[in-house]
């Protein structure tokens, strides 16, 4: 019994010494924006302490410990650290149609380690990747989480996977290459089956294919893939697991299969109708609309080796999913910011807040997307998304106004993931 006391107040004394020991960071600044309002509050202070937001408030109102370290941004406004909800974080524009089978399997992983260093330090410390070959995304989140590679927060998917022939399959060689994806699903059963694998070896979302694609060969955007059964058994075994579920749909009835299937985020959404607007409304669905890549695959596609068909097809969906875009949020569907970083060069992620402004976003609902919205999606809204107490300590800090010009996101002064200095005075930052 005394031993057992002992190892109590040894095991106590160890958690109180670490208390005493950790980090405390004191953030202030010009101004902070409540995302949640779109309030203004003037010289802020953020402190966090041991990774996790412990205050906030006005200067002078807030006690800041002894021993903190002090960070003052003259001239810097605050919000929270922004979300990309659909990235492809092992993936590159520059190797685009066949130009990527120049390269060894594991090369990608390299591209993965560059890509997280630039969407973080681009201000976005959370991005969920919804497909990624090798696993390749699992390896680099423990990189990320144990302190071997600087990136942001990570939600990984693994691989995304669809029916046979569809646009997550392997469809730009003939028979005798034999190449298929590896997680192909023509059955609820065998969506099942994947289900339960990819979780098994670090999915923590899970991404099918609903319908054709933009950049797949020989299918069409709009053309339906999966079940609506297939669609079903996948997402009640997914939630039954814990796991959210996005589905990349194109074309319309896939879109309305997909929400009555009870999927969460329906991805792209560029083709959609009257009755998928309804039904996203109805079911709480969010819409991840990725309105910006098509300026950049148009003007550097061809050069980068996207096949005809391809750009083709991205010039002849382009302006309609964003017109759709418009007209799913004046309707009231439930928007969140997903860019298809990989599409177009990693780090460039903000330049979509723009377009969105352009389509009918006020510069708060955009920044919105990318931050309590989209932490909301996630099942994150207690860690990320704002700057409240308990939420971790990512901060993002920008000069001029951001809710009215919402480029000064493109270019930001200052990041923070965690407590951790990664950018300041628009220069990087390694904090080891």
């Known amino acids: 019994m005394i031993m057992k006391h002992l190892l109590l107040l040894t095991a106590a004394l160890s958690v109180l010494a670490s208390a005493a020991h950790a980090k405390t960071v004191a953030v202030t600044a010009d101004k902070l924006i409540e995302v949640e309002t779109g309030k203004v509050v003037p010289h802020p202070v953020v402190v966090i302490t041991d990774g996790r937001i412990t205050a906030e408030g006005v200067q002078g109102q807030v006690a800041i410990p002894t021993d903190a370290e002090k960070v003052d941004l003259p001239g810097v406004t605050l919000l929270p650290g922004l979300i990309d909800m659909h ?61 071997y590679v600087i990136g942001p927060r990570m939600v990984t998917a693994t691989y995304a996977f669809g029916a046979t022939g569809g646009h997550c399959d392997e469809t730009y060689f ?3 290459f034999n190449a298929h994806g590896p997680y192909n699903v023509d059955s609820p059963e065998e969506g099942v089956k994947t289900v339960r694998t990819l979780k098994k070896y670090g999915a923590t979302v899970i991404k099918i ?7 797949s060969r020989g299918d069409t955007p709009g053309a339906q893939q999966l079940s609506l059964a297939e669609m079903k058994a996948i997402v009640d075994e997914a939630h039954m697991d814990g796991l959210k579920v996005a589905a990349h749909a194109h074309g319309a009835s896939g879109i309305a299969d997909a929400i009555r299937a009870g999927v969460d985020t329906i991805e792209h959404a560029s083709l959609v109708d009257d009755e998928g607007i309804r039904l996203a409304v109805q ?87 990318a931050t309590v919205t989209a932490s909301e999606a996630l099942g994150w809204k207690d860690d990320v998304g704002s700057l409240k107490v308990g939420h971790y300590g990512d901060i993002v800090g920008v000069t001029g106004d951001p809710l009215s010009d919402v480029t000064v996101l493109e270019h930001p002064a200052f990041v923070m993931k965690g407590g951790d200095i990664y950018k300041r005075d628009g220069k990087p930052v390694d904090p080891s």
């Open 87 to 147: 990235v492809h974080i092992d993936s590159t524009p520059e190797f685009s149609g066949y130009n990527y089978l120049q390269m060894s399997d594991r090369f990608w992983m390299t591209v993965a380690v560059k890509n997280a260093r630039k969407t973080l330090q681009a201000g976005f410390t959370t991005v969920r990747n919804v497909g990624s070959d090798d696993f390749n995304d699992v390896g680099l989140r423990e990189g990320i989480d144990n302190g």
């Open 283 to 369: 079911h709480g669905s969010y819409f991840s609309m990725d309105i910006y890549n098509t300026d950049y695959t148009q003007s550097e596609g061809a050069k980068n080796g996207v096949l005809p068909e391809n750009l083709k097809k991205d010039a002849d969906i382009g302006e309609i999913q964003r017109e759709n875009f418009r007209k799913s949020l004046k309707a009231g569907v439930k928007m969140i910011f997903g860019t298809d970083a990989g599409i177009y060069p990693h780090g460039d992620n903000a330049r979509q807040f723009a377009v969105m402004v352009r389509y009918g976003a006020t510069p708060l609902q955009a920044i919105q997307t």
């Open 209 to 215: 294919c609903a319908t054709g694609g933009v950049f």
């Open 174 to 176: 003939p028979p005798s």
